[in-house]
């Protein structure tokens, strides 16, 4: 089975840019999660899908970030403009989300550089 | 702001040794949690999660939950030097959100 895919890998831009990231669920998980993870700390989650609609996006900072899942299975996440303080790891998880699976699958995570 | 708490470590054991992770989480509705691996540069990686109260066994790995305490731990039995990585603990809120703690980092030394 597949894992989850993120592109792009790694992103360096300068602040005031804007820069998209994509992800690509497990096959058949309703749920996906879009974490930021800043160096040392724990993921922190930005957004979360349940097929294409929004389940939570409190702690998305809606001024600069936007997030969207369409038909239920890709998802992008943008930053316009970008700041020094959104360098950090942007980590996408899905999840089935069904009966007693609850458990969340990262991707490899795309690393953003603001400079 | 519900939290879930780890000792950042770095926790050093010889190879072979029992290695023991501990974290504590303040939202007492959460139900389930969960340990994750990460090394260094790469994503968090699924060890176990855990529900019920007492011990669920997994290979070399058991995660013990004691609810009444809010504490969770993992037990790495026989630890290895592949085993060094930060090893993240996950509160499950509601609405299948986790909460992670910052994470503690295992040093196996050979």
């Known amino acids: 089975e597949a894992g989850v895919a993120q592109s792009p890998r790694y992103k360096i831009i300068e602040k005031r840019q804007s820069v998209a990231f994509w992800c690509n669920p497990i096959?058949?998980?309703?749920?996906l999660y879009w974490y930021q993870q800043i160096l040392g700390q724990g993921p922190k989650l930005l957004i979360q899908f349940q097929n294409n609609g929004v389940v939570d996006d409190s702690q998305l900072p809606k001024d600069r970030f936007s997030a969207e899942r369409l038909k239920g299975v890709d998802s992008t996440l943008k930053i316009q403009p970008a700041k020094l303080e959104d360098s950090a790891v942007y980590l996408c998880?899905?999840?089935?989300?069904?009966?007693?699976?609850?458990?969340?699958?990262f991707g490899p995570g795309t690393r953003l550089t603001v400079t | 702001q519900k939290e879930v708490e780890q000792n950042s470590g770095p926790l050093s054991v010889p190879e072979g040794a029992i290695a023991s992770l501990n974290c504590t989480y303040s939202?007492?509705?959460?139900?389930?949690f969960f340990w994750y691996r990460q090394y260094s540069g790469k994503s968090p990686e699924l060890i176990m999660f855990?529900?019920?109260?007492g011990d669920k066994e997994d290979g070399r790995f058991t995660a013990q939950l004691n609810k009444a305490s809010q504490y969770v731990s993992l037990l790495i039995r026989d630890s290895q030097p592949s085993d060094s990585a930060t090893y993240l603990c996950?509160?499950?809120?509601?609405?299948?959100?986790?909460?992670f703690g910052a994470g503690t980092i295992l040093r196996v030394k050979s």
């Open positions: 855990i529900y019920s109260n």
């Open positions: 939202d007492r509705g959460s139900q389930s």
């Open positions: 096959s058949g998980h309703a749920t």
């Open positions: 996950a509160a499950m809120e509601y609405g299948n959100k986790l909460v």
């Open positions: 998880a899905s999840s089935l989300a069904r009966g007693r699976s609850y458990e969340q699958y």
